[in-house]
């Protein structure tokens, strides 16, 4: 049977970026696992991203290659999966790797028998034999052989691994008691495993670990350690610094190559600049480096003019990625030769004033830094650099920014990398709260009003939708229910907005998402969710979710977005949900910090103290519904002060009635004076009258847990 490539028909960029090779590629469906078991054959399973530079190696390597066509489409049925089109399966299927050959990554590459069992598998395999790795040909030979030859041998390893995935992806760490000496130990370990010298964690290659730098800054304010605090400035100074960082166009590459933060793999992630956009805005709020609040400022601004869905497809949303390379090289989008920096600059190759001082400011030199060209990074703060200078900072950054700009305007003449358009939920969701947030730190309306319509777009998606939830739109079309990271980094996303703007819909929608999550994703064995819902395609396992990756578990996020939305609507079941996931994760977050950032940030919570305040302004300065949100002096101060287990809501009149009113129903109509109510574990404090005083009253609640 000559089988064809079928890609071309789907949605997914990265699938469509396959559908000219010559192998003839499946999507995952009925139809492809039809053909493995009609023609008795192995599946080829190749899953990836759009934005993966080693996916595109592999494409153009193998799999554009003629002669390993014609042997994948003799012997194989080959599926090609986008792995963040279905998480699911990137997840089982990885597993299975890693306990193959102990290490992951992408492309993955792994042999199915037509039951889709796991038995032979790896990542990215050069054509023939180099880097100490085997040659795809030889690989495609010898599995074939094995298949027809020891059939016997296959089906039995590929049993076996099953049931080892299986038991990996429903393990349960032995729980333990929800203390603060779990926030202690995990506060010593991130001391511990932080690189002192560069800043982050571990070796190249160096990831942005946001959600530590975050823990770091949560228990360096509650037990007022220094050496913790230290971890999150090391790091977001070294990234903001780095090549990793965008200097010109603003927001974060996918991460490192090297320890110094200097050589990017260039992709950017749209989770990725969410997680450092909150961990700036932490930072600015925690130490009050305007270093950190400018970084966060360009996150923003390159997230809305370069990261939002087309116009033409949805009013509001987020782009899942953009690629590391253009016009066929990785980087070559954003590096420059000094020549070309004194030509925008000066005008001459000579250079000028101008010219010198970027080029002291960012690095740059006739040789480069990495293979002749120069990856723009700041080898000392503006703050140092000014002391040398004898110049202020604040005078300083404004001319570089002024310099900045001009090459920003020469580097749009170039082509730029391609994007991935598809509206992923989960990452939208981190996005919304990012925005949104920063729309309170940083008063800028435009981020807010970006965040409401991204949700505004999924909402009205989902209750269009007999499943509820998707978890992407690509092309203005749903694809798939939600996985339960989803439902959790989106129902964050929810409970942010409604702290950013007040609107209690944002708390009534959430309701229904709520009662399906829990109808669909509940385990009522063992306490938690599970990653799939019931009504899912069932696959050879169904995993529960509590681990870090470079985005939230979905159990994490779940915990999150529960313990608040109880605490703001008076929910108890929302209460003892989240309590119920933070006790099944407490063996994990005993076992491993690294992995368990976000679930020890919401038992940070949980422990408390943690407040609830209110503000209801005066009458004089009250808005309405329709009105731009206008911060007063109360408003500003809550928002520049570092407060992790404080929800600050500005009570509205409206609220009355609705979920949103809470612990204070009949006590929101504005009065002559100011006024804040803090309340603690459904109990509220006697009011706080009088701007002075409130102020007071959140500075105080800013101190340190142990002060």
Known sequence: ????????????????????????????????????????????????????????????????????????????????????????????????????????????????????????????????SRYGRPGFAEVLAAIHDAWENRREVVTEQASQLTMTVHDQLSERQEPTTLHENLLEKAGRTLVRVCDRVNGGFGHAPKFPHAMDLRLAMRLAHRFDTTETAEVAELGLTAMAKGGIHDHLGGGFARYSTDEIWLVPHFEKMLYDNALLLQAYLDGWQFNKTDFYRRTAQSIVHYVLREMQVPRAELPGGFCAAQDADSEGEEGRFFVWSQSEIRDVLSGSELGNDDSRLFERAYGVTSGGNWEGHNILNLPKTIAALGRELGMAETALEQKLSLLRTKLFEHRKNRIAPG?????????????????????????????????????????????????????????????????????????????????????????????????????????????????????????????????????????????????????????????????????????????????????????????????????????????????????????????????????????????????????????????????????????????????????????????????
């Open 1 to 128: 049977m000559n089988l064809v490539n079928r890609l071309a028909a789907e949605t997914s960029l990265y699938l469509n970026q396959h559908a000219q090779n010559p192998v003839a590629w499946q999507p995952w469906d009925d139809e492809a696992w039809r053909l493995a078991r009609e023609l008795d054959r192995p599946v080829f399973l190749s899953i990836g991203y759009s934005a993966c530079h080693w996916c595109h190696v592999m494409e153009h390597e193998s799999f554009e290659n003629p002669r390993i066509a014609e042997l994948l489409n003799q012997w194989f049925v080959s599926i090609k999966v986008d792995r963040e089109e279905r998480p699911d399966l990137d997840q089982i299927y990885m597993a299975a790797v890693i306990a193959m050959t102990q290490q992951g990554g992408w492309p993955m590459s792994v042999f199915l028998t037509p039951q889709g069992h796991p038995f032979y598998g790896g990542t990215y395999f050069p054509p023939t």
């Open 419 to 707: 994007r991935d358009e598809k509206l992923i939920v989960a990452w939208n969701g981190l996005m919304i709260s990012a925005l949104a947030r920063a729309g309170l730190v940083l008063d800028d309306q435009e981020a807010l009003q970006a965040a409401q319509r991204a949700a505004r777009v999924i909402l009205d998606m989902a209750e269009s939708l007999p499943y509820g939830l998707p978890h992407s739109i690509q092309k203005g079309q749903p694809k798939h229910g939600a996985y339960l990271d989803d439902y959790g980094c989106f129902l964050e996303a929810l409970i942010e907005l409604f702290l950013a703007d007040g609107d209690p819909s944002w708390l009534s929608r959430a309701v229904p998402l709520i009662d399906r999550l829990v109808n669909e994703f509940h385990d009522d064995e063992q306490g938690g969710f599970y990653f799939t819902s019931s009504q899912a395609e069932k696959l050879i396992s169904r995993s529960r979710d509590f681990q870090d990756n470079v985005t939230p578990s979905g159990n994490a996020a779940v915990a999150n977005a529960l313990l608040k939305f109880g605490r703001i609507t008076g929910d108890a079941r929302s209460e003892e949900l989240a309590h119920e996931v933070l006790q099944a994760a407490s063996g994990l977050m005993q076992q491993s910090t690294m992995a368990t950032a976000h679930s020890l940030a919401a038992l940070d919570w949980w422990l408390g103290p943690s407040y609830e305040c209110v503000y209801v302004p005066a009458e004089t300065t009250s808005t309405t519904d329709s009105e731009p949100l206008k911060q007063d002096a109360v408003q500003r101060v809550a928002h520049e002060l570092y407060l992790p287990n404080v929800l600050f809501l500005t009570g509205r009149a409206q609220w009355e009635g609705t979920l949103a009113a809470g612990l204070v129903q009949g006590r929101l109509a504005p009065a002559s004076e100011p006024v804040l109510y803090v309340c603690q574990k459904g109990v509220c404090q006697l009011p706080v009258v009088g701007e002075a005083a409130i102020i007071a009253r959140l500075k105080g609640l800013a101190q340190s847990i142990d002060e």
